[in-house]
């Protein structure tokens, strides 16, 4: 199979997006005011939905984010609240696509958190979760919620394992333990049966994620893999890297064969991590790098030449990450077909851009809507765990009205203990394996000794007291018989 190199001038053919236009919001429809977190972690530290923009910020002390209703637009208040429990920094966070009040986020305290965020947003500082969940044993940089499951999580983390989380009894039930790396991202197919994978350890996998067992894997010798992203139900994966020149670079593959790309493309020749974001109903790729101001976008097809360059957002800002807005909140008079909520460090601005198709029509314009995946889960994690797959329960935007939710989330009530998944305790101390680690942990088993110390010492005292006691009674008792 030959690797076809493309050049992505552009060359325009018949298509409803070929005019597709970036529109940025007006100041006042910006969030002003925000402390966005100075991390590096190649994250994109936002999670939008309908209802809430959540956004990490830095703070002294461990880890916070906030959460602001996508409505309150304007300057934010300095003493806003936040959430706040985390004993480390926040590095990624997500809204379950389900509960639009449900948010989960993974910190360098190696646990994962699930927040219930009150209808209306945050009036006082956020600390306690409605589940803690502990099971790595280094930091988590990654979480994603299941597709098509209502109770299912996944989190990877720097000990290079995938937990697999059911949310119904607050537990970890499945471990993925076949990267030799750190893992870099995920990225599920529509109906959650597969999942890809790029890894530190230059290989692409697509895994079965019951079961953990690697269905197809790519070793990327001459295209660096970064991102991952399956392309809806084409059965294709797309990759952003870097290519043997250090020239960005992406990929397409075969989800069936990852032994060679079907296509490669060169982008550029800066550094800065480039961001896939697909969209299933329009075939849509837009691809924005960290730091950058731009923000490409192509159209997806099953023929050669397969990635058809459309156009070029441009604008002067850096990007630190960016946020996405799900389909059903979108404006679909406005024929707006996608919205990033973009972050600028810089400037403690988050900035949505609209991504609008131009139509002169005032009426509902049914090609470029399609029917989309919905707020209704197609199955339970029980359901999903016992080997049922499901496609997602789709909706039209059709309907302007907001159907309400008759879920409720509910965390179950957890008791403290080992968490065992494959035979082995995952809370377990683990070799470390930097110097700084070795020194870490050494001072805190010191600082274990001393306190041990200390109470066995107040023990003894205790003890004697208790003694001498003992003896006075048992001196008084014959006296007073």
């Known amino acids: 199979m030959t690797v076809t190199k493309m050049s992505w001038r552009p060359t325009y053919r018949s298509s409803k997006f070929r005019n597709v236009y970036g529109k940025v919001a007006n100041r006042e429809h910006c969030f002003d005011g925000i402390p966005i977190t100075k991390n590096v972690h190649d994250n994109h530290f936002c999670a939008v939905n309908s209802k809430f923009v959540a956004v990490v910020t830095e703070s002294a002390g461990g880890g916070s984010f906030i959460v602001i209703p996508v409505s309150q637009t304007g300057r934010l208040d300095s003493h806003y609240p936040k959430v706040c429990g ?54 988590v940089g990654l979480i994603e919620w299941h597709p098509t499951s209502s109770g299912i999580l996944f989190s990877a983390g720097y000990d290079y394992k995938i937990l697999i989380w059911n949310l119904e ?54 295209h660096r893999v970064n991102r991952v992203v399956f392309l809806g139900n084409l059965k294709r ?121 131009p139509r002169r029509s005032d009426t509902y314009q049914e090609d470029i809507y399609p029917m989309t995946a919905g707020t209704e889960p197609a199955l339970s994690a029980s359901e999903w765990l016992s080997g049922i797959d499901r496609d997602p329960v789709l909706m039209s935007l059709k309907d302007t009205y907001t159907r309400p939710n008759q879920l409720v989330f509910k965390a179950p009530v957890k008791e403290k203990k080992s968490v065992v998944v494959n035979g082995i305790d995952l809370l377990e101390n683990v070799p470390p394996r930097t110097e700084n680690e ?18 066995l010492t107040t023990k003894d005292v205790r003890i004697r007291q208790l003694e001498l006691e003992l003896n006075n009674l048992k001196n008084v008792s014959p006296n007073n018989v």
């Open 86 to 139: 985390h004993q480390g920094n926040v590095l990624d966070i997500k809204w379950n696509p389900f509960f639009e009040n449900i948010v989960a986020s993974c910190s360098e305290d190696t646990s994962v958190r699930v927040w219930e965020i009150p209808e209306g947003g945050l009036r006082r500082n956020m600390t306690e979760a409605v589940l803690e969940l502990y099971g790595h044993s280094r930091r």
């Open 237 to 357: 994966l797309l990759t952003t890297g870097v290519s043997r020149w250090n020239t960005r670079q992406i990929a397409l593959w075969d989800q069936e064969d990852l032994s060679m790309p079907i296509v490669e493309e060169d982008i550029d020749g800066l550094s800065g991590l480039l961001f896939p974001f697909y969209d299933a109903d329009t075939h849509m790729l837009y691809l924005a790098g960290k730091g950058d101001g731009n923000i490409r976008y192509f159209e997806i097809t099953t023929e050669k030449p397969y990635i058809q360059y459309l156009m070029e957002f441009r604008s002067p800002a850096p990007q630190k990450g960016l946020g996405v807005m799900p389909k059903h909140g979108l404006d679909v008079a406005a024929c707006e077909v996608f919205r990033f909520y973009k972050l600028v460090t810089l400037k403690g601005l988050i900035e949505p851009i609209s991504m609008i198709v």
């Open 438 to 455: 070795l020194l870490r942990m050494f001072f805190r088993q010191q600082e274990e000794l001393r306190r041990l110390k200390d109470e």
């Open 169 to 222: 009894i607050g537990e970890p039930v499945k471990m993925i333990d076949c990267h030799t790396d750190v893992i870099l991202s995920m990225s599920f197919n529509t109906d959650g049966s597969l999942l890809a994978t790029s890894c530190k350890d230059k290989k692409l996998r697509v895994i079965e994620p019951r079961s953990g067992r690697v269905l197809q894997q790519a070793n990327c010798k001459n």
